[in-house]
């Protein structure tokens, strides 16, 4: 059965840290491209980074960028966004994904990537 599946997430105080993981299963994330997003209800789901097959091409959206730290283990076929600096504004459902090219798509879209998780919820309250 091919799925993703994440955990790590929870309720932070805002500055803290949460790391979540993704672990693939019925595949192998070599040669593929993977990233995360986050989606907050009422709104589209948005791209928060991604890393290429080999790992030296990574990409960050704007509002992470210098918090969040994206990394891949394709030898037990994990992928990982550490989270740091949390704000209240970065609370959402976190999904990870993975596309079937190996390279970060130009533009972070969802239809880019063919195979998601679940969704771990990750709230950021004091």
């Known amino acids: 059965q091919v799925q993703l599946v994440e955990s790590g997430g929870g309720l932070v105080q805002p500055g803290g840290s949460l790391r979540l993981s993704c672990a693939a299963s019925?595949?192998?994330?070599?040669?593929?491209?993977v990233g995360w997003f986050r989606q907050v209800p009422g709104k589209e789901r948005e791209g928060v980074s991604c890393?290429?097959?080999?790992?030296?091409?990574?990409y960050y959206d704007d509002s992470v960028e210098g918090r969040f730290a994206i990394s891949r283990d394709d030898v037990n076929n994990m992928m990982y966004l550490e989270m740091n600096s949390l704000k209240p504004e970065d609370t959402a459902v976190y999904y990870c994904?993975?596309?079937?090219?190996?390279?970060?798509?130009?533009?972070?879209?969802?239809?880019?990537?063919?195979?998601w998780g679940q969704g771990t919820q990750v709230t950021v309250s004091s």
């Open positions: 994904a993975s596309r079937g090219q190996s390279y970060c798509p130009v533009s972070p879209s969802p239809g880019a990537y063919d195979r």
């Open positions: 019925g595949f192998t994330l070599d040669n593929r491209a």
């Open positions: 890393i290429n097959y080999s790992g030296n091409r990574i």
